[in-house]
């Protein structure tokens, strides 16, 4: 019964440095997505994906690639992190795009020094 | 990119007492719904409303869609420590695959 799952659950990174935040979900969902959470800013969109294959900007995608080869995968790469990344990242998948009814991980918390 | 308004942005009750939160829009709701998330953890969908004037229950919670879609309510009755959390407002544009939250009520309810 794992839902969505989202690795490593907390991160420190040094300015410039790439890492890649894992998220899997086992719920055959479609449309997965990755949003960022900061205080008094509130849930901003990363990236999303419809399907395999296929993915698409949001609100806030400067700095980070996503790709999606399996239904089941869609990782999130900072390239070469900034302070201004640090943040709590959800990734969130559902089974219905466009209905508006996601499942959430539990977040992955970046800290860039 | 709709611009969804939650009021109020805090709220400190005591256990026994009821609120309401508010989540409004200058633009007309596709649908609308409401997430609550406890400190640690993702969102949870907590109901979707559609049609204009729409009221749903879940348990001691009550949502409210407005008769116009512009805005929604969420009233909890009796309030209990287990309801503290961020309610959240969510919109998905029309074909957009790109759902909208607001910035959130925190509630905080004292044993």
């Known amino acids: 019964n794992a839902g969505v799952t989202q690795t490593p659950k907390f991160q420190v990174l040094k300015t410039g440095q790439s890492m890649t935040l894992q998220c899997a979900q086992d719920?055959?969902?479609?449309?997965m997505s990755w949003y960022r959470q900061d205080p008094g800013m509130g849930l901003r969109l990363i990236h999303y994906?419809?399907?395999?294959?296929?993915?698409d900007q949001g609100e806030v995608p400067n700095g980070y690639n996503v790709s999606r080869s399996t239904t089941e995968d869609f990782p999130l790469r900072l390239l070469s992190a900034a302070p201004s990344q640090t943040s709590v990242y959800f990734c969130?998948?559902?089974?219905?795009?466009?209905?508006?009814?996601?499942?959430f991980g539990e977040g992955s918390r970046l800290t860039v020094l | 990119t709709q611009l969804l308004e939650q009021s109020p942005q805090f709220l400190s009750i005591q256990e026994g007492e009821n609120l309401t939160v508010y989540c409004n829009s200058s633009s007309v709701f596709s649908s609308l719904q409401w997430y609550r998330q406890e400190p640690g953890e993702g969102p949870v969908l907590l109901v979707t409303v559609v049609t204009g004037g729409e009221v749903k229950k879940l348990k001691r919670l009550t949502f409210q869609f407005g008769d116009a879609r512009k805005d929604s309510s969420l009233h909890i009755t009796a309030a209990q420590p287990g309801d503290t959390g961020l309610y959240l407002c969510a919109e998905e544009g029309a074909g957009s695959y790109q759902l909208t939250f607001g910035k959130g009520t925190k509630l905080s309810v004292i044993p």
């Open positions: 969130a998948s559902s089974p219905l795009p466009g209905t508006g009814e996601l499942f």
């Open positions: 719920m055959n969902h479609e449309y």
């Open positions: 994906s419809v399907g395999a294959g296929i993915t």
